[in-house]
């Protein structure tokens, strides 16, 4: 399976327009957009219909610039998943994950976050491959040193650690965009605003 995951376009719908030709081009199966998609519940013209249009597979997260609410109902305006909190199974992979973030006027509290992980991993649990998609980093990363004023979450790392994902897709960070590295043996990924393309 051929995936673009990207994140942070914070209302810019030439980032959108973009994307949605690159996964055009390459031929992707899947794509996953990791929250902050628009700014404030404000700006939500072209970013989710340029990937619809196209007749491309969409999952969302909401971010800390949107509310759930907001992220339900793009989701449901476009016709496309909103798995915050829930999973889904494209071929042999698992997919599954919590937005928001442990900051700001919407944030979620870290036991929250890892509940709503480990709550919607279990339907999935029987898969061999499995993708978490989150908002924010795990703490104790990388990825969070590249930031002097937000921190990666303690729940996103409790969870990769339980649950061993293969790969986190994240984003939040915008300075960390494209850094990969390891826990354990998932690959965390933040995958920032020019999108990052995953072959499984």
């Known amino acids: 399976m ?9 209302g810019d719908s030439t980032l959108a327009f973009k994307l ?5 081009k390459e031929n ?22 340029p990937f619809t249009d196209k007749n491309q597979k969409v999952l969302i997260i909401p971010g800390n610039h949107e509310t759930i609410a907001m992220t339900d109902f793009l989701a449901d305006f ?27 006027l919407h944030q979620w509290g870290e036991d929250e976050i890892f509940n709503l992980l ?13 993708i978490m998609v989150t908002h924010v980093p795990p703490s104790k990363t990388n990825i969070e040193k590249f930031s002097k004023f937000v921190d990666g979450s303690d729940g996103i790392r409790k969870a990769v650690l339980e649950l061993q994902p293969d790969i986190l897709l ?9 850094i990969e590295e390891k826990i354990g043996k998932t690959n965390v990924i933040s995958v920032g605003r020019q999108g990052k393309i995953i072959d499984l």
Request: hydrophobic share 35%; aromatic share 8%; with cysteine.
């Open 78 to 104: 476009y016709g496309v998943k909103n798995i915050h909190g829930y999973s889904v199974r494209y071929k042999d992979v698992g997919i599954f994950g919590a937005g928001g973030a442990n900051v700001g």
């Open 2 to 10: 051929k995936i673009l995951a990207a994140g942070d376009f914070h």
């Open 118 to 130: 480990k709550g919607s991993s279990e339907k999935i649990d029987y898969l061999k491959k499995k």
């Open 170 to 178: 994240c984003s939040h960070i915008h300075e960390a965009e494209g």
């Open 20 to 24: 949605a030709d690159k996964a055009e």
């Open 28 to 49: 992707v199966e899947l794509v996953i957009l990791c929250g902050d998609l628009i700014e404030m519940n404000q700006n939500t013209e072209n970013i989710i219909k």
